[in-house]
């Protein structure tokens, strides 16, 4: 007895302190952020954050130091993963590039250089070879790195990072979503900061939802 009663204080307390961050945020769903196919949701005891981008994307170039600042402060219980859109050749051909810098090694280190040789030095890199010239700068081997964008590995990473972009129902970038239940996007959140924000209000609400679900299971 003396447990259940712990146990519904517990749960009373989370859903008092979830109520209190809803009023604090005010974020709404179909406003800010919109609700998406919940089948989707990924079965693992983290929440699950997908940043959908493209590196020719201007958008996403601004978002990133957002969304960096926020990636080293995010919850240990956070799985954090970066998906390259695939809307035409262009950008399939970069996300090929992403995969393979991430296969040899070479992603976290070259990623924010993607960006800067796109927008800064307006080298759009169109081609296997302009983009080997770029990764060779940072000490990529031409040929790995050839190798690496024409893998298995990498085309599977393909297929998946566009079967991704469907489910979630990505029409534009950056957008991100979470647990596979929510997207937000830059023009529903109004801002960069709204963005990060709104990741942090809808990673509350998934913890404190499966949190209220654990206590709520009856004991045997």
């Known amino acids: 007895m003396q447990h259940m009663l712990k146990k519904t204080l517990v749960l009373f307390a989370l859903l008092f302190f979830f109520t209190g961050t809803i009023n604090a945020e005010s974020f709404e769903e179909g406003i800010h952020f919109k609700r998406i196919d919940q089948s989707k949701t990924p079965a693992s005891d983290k929440v699950e954050v997908l940043e959908f981008f493209m590196y020719g994307c201007p958008h996403c170039y601004s978002f990133e130091p957002y969304l960096n600042k ?16 695939t809307f035409n050749a262009l950008s399939t051909l970069h996300a090929r590039a992403y995969y393979a810098l991430q296969m040899l090694d070479a992603g976290e280190k070259i990623h924010p250089k993607f960006f800067s040789e796109i927008h800064n030095n307006k080298n759009i890199m169109r081609s296997v070879d302009e983009l080997a010239v770029f990764v060779q700068k940072y000490g990529v081997d031409r040929s790995e790195f050839i190798d690496a964008m024409n893998s298995f590995a990498v085309e599977g990473n393909i297929r998946k990072a566009t079967k991704l972009v469907k489910e979630h129902e990505i029409n534009g970038v950056p957008a991100v979503t ?27 609400k998934e913890t404190a939802k499966a949190e209220v679900d654990l206590l709520a299971v009856p004991e045997s």
Do not use: C
Not at 70 to 85: C, G, L, M, N
Not at 178 to 204: E, H, P, T
């Open 70 to 85: 926020w990636e080293k402060a995010k919850p240990e219980d956070v799985e954090f993963v970066r998906v390259p859109a």
């Open 178 to 204: 979470v647990n596979g239940k929510y997207l937000i996007s830059a023009s529903m959140a109004g801002s960069y900061d709204n963005m990060v924000k709104i990741i942090d209000y809808l990673i509350q």
